[in-house]
């Protein structure tokens, strides 16, 4: 009998997924278990929910370009540190980390204004460089590794973009990762039921992690995935760690 859904939408801490060996497993932990149906994986904090787009928001060792016109001091590429500080001309040590781009220059522009360092500044800021803008793709695709997860990146484009499934992937058994609300979350996709149209094929956002076949991940969800039926609808499991 098929799949014909996003079957099973696991939420769980960090150690459960990642099977740390200081936390418990998937199936091997006695901590009780919430069922709730879903229909897909939420998306990740601040996408807006009306266009599906993510607002992004600059992360430690990203590149940003500034541009403040007419002032060629301030306009180039500025790197963030670990904390997510640029140091900027005039202003120091400014935090970056946490704002989108548009926050960013607003802010860069107040600042400008109210130190009287430049009474008309128009600022403009991009994103030059972020690994946070990427997925990870691994298992049993042709090339896989981190891609950028641009607008309207989905699962079936994501394994076309690593060159696609290996020979021997297994089409029933594609995990993505994600963060929701500082939660873990895993879902089980079946790519057939996806080109079948059985239903849609899942958007994938930045710092995703998709795992195309016989992943250790999927494996620990045996046993959980056993004990139920194969629904026509998602089945959600909220695990809670043992402290």
Same mark, same amino acid.
């Given at each position: 009998m098929?799949?014909?859904g +996003?079957?099973?939408l696991?939420?769980?801490?960090v150690?459960? @997924?990642?099977?740390c060996?200081?936390?418990?497993r998937?199936?091997?932990?006695s901590a009780p &278990?919430?069922?709730?149906? &879903?229909?897909?994986?939420?998306?990740?904090d601040?996408?807006?929910p009306?266009t599906?787009?993510a607002?992004?928001?600059?992360?430690p060792l990203?590149?940003v $370009?500034?541009?403040? #016109?007419d002032?060629?001091? &301030?306009?180039? !590429?500025?790197r963030?540190?670990?904390?997510g500080k640029?140091v900027l *001309?005039?202003?120091?040590? =400014?935090?970056?980390?946490?704002?989108?781009p548009?926050?960013?220059s $607003?802010q860069?522009?107040r600042?400008?204004?109210?130190?009287h360092f430049?009474n008309d500044p128009?600022?403009a800021v991009?994103?030059?460089?972020?690994d $946070?803008?990427?997925?990870t793709?691994g298992?049993q695709v %042709?090339?896989?590794?981190?891609?950028?997860a641009? *607008? %309207?990146?989905t699962?079936m484009?994501a394994?076309a973009r690593?060159? %696609?499934?290996?020979?021997?992937?297994?089409?029933n058994d #594609? #995990? =993505?990762?994600?963060?929701?609300?500082?939660?873990k @979350?895993?879902?089980?996709y !079946?790519?057939?039921a996806?080109?079948?149209?059985?239903?849609?094929?899942?958007?994938?956002?930045?710092? !995703?992690v998709v795992e195309?076949?016989d992943s250790t +991940?999927r494996? /620990? &969800?045996?046993?959980?995935? $056993?004990a139920?039926?194969?629904l026509?609808? *998602? #089945?959600?499991? +909220?695990?809670? /760690?043992?402290h």
């Amino acid at each position: 009998m098929r799949r014909t859904g +996003a079957l099973v939408l696991i939420a769980a801490l960090v150690a459960a @997924l990642a099977g740390c060996s200081d936390g418990p497993r998937l199936g091997e932990t006695s901590a009780p &278990m919430v069922v709730t149906k &879903m229909t897909e994986l939420p998306p990740p904090d601040g996408v807006d929910p009306a266009t599906g787009a993510a607002a992004y928001r600059i992360a430690p060792l990203d590149k940003v $370009s500034l541009n403040v #016109v007419d002032t060629p001091e &301030m306009t180039g !590429d500025f790197r963030t540190d670990s904390a997510g500080k640029i140091v900027l *001309p005039y202003l120091g040590e =400014v935090q970056a980390g946490g704002l989108t781009p548009a926050e960013l220059s $607003s802010q860069i522009d107040r600042d400008l204004r109210s130190g009287h360092f430049i009474n008309d500044p128009r600022v403009a800021v991009n994103i030059n460089e972020a690994d $946070s803008l990427n997925f990870t793709i691994g298992g049993q695709v %042709g090339q896989p590794g981190e891609y950028t997860a641009a *607008p %309207g990146m989905t699962l079936m484009r994501a394994i076309a973009r690593a060159k %696609g499934l290996s020979e021997y992937a297994r089409l029933n058994d #594609v #995990v =993505v990762f994600r963060t929701v609300n500082g939660q873990k @979350l895993a879902a089980l996709y !079946d790519i057939d039921a996806i080109r079948l149209g059985h239903y849609a094929d899942p958007p994938i956002y930045p710092r !995703d992690v998709v795992e195309v076949g016989d992943s250790t +991940a999927r494996r /620990r &969800m045996a046993q959980l995935i $056993s004990a139920l039926p194969l629904l026509t609808t *998602p #089945v959600v499991l +909220a695990l809670e /760690r043992i402290h």
